[in-house]
């Protein structure tokens, strides 16, 4: 990557790449619930043991 970009160009990609992680905390802390009651748990109960199978 630095050999084709060179020092400057070849940190960018890193340097975008620590920007959008930076917004992580907030996307966790926005959007957290729903992603924990998700739809794909939501249909069972909510809960690994809430659908009966092996994990209850």
């Known amino acids: 990557m630095y ?3 060179g020092l400057g ?3 960018s990609p890193l340097g975008f ?3 959008v992680m930076c917004a ?3 996307v966790f802390w926005r959007f957290g619930e729903r ?3 998700g ?3 939501g249909r069972v109960g909510g ?5 009966g199978g092996e994990w209850g």
């Open 24 to 26: 992580l905390p907030w």
């Open 17 to 19: 790449l620590a920007l």
């Open 39 to 41: 739809v794909w748990r």
């Open 3 to 5: 050999a084709k970009l």
């Open 47 to 51: 809960c690994w043991g809430d659908a």
């Open 35 to 37: 992603v924990r009651m």
């Open 9 to 11: 160009w070849g940190n």
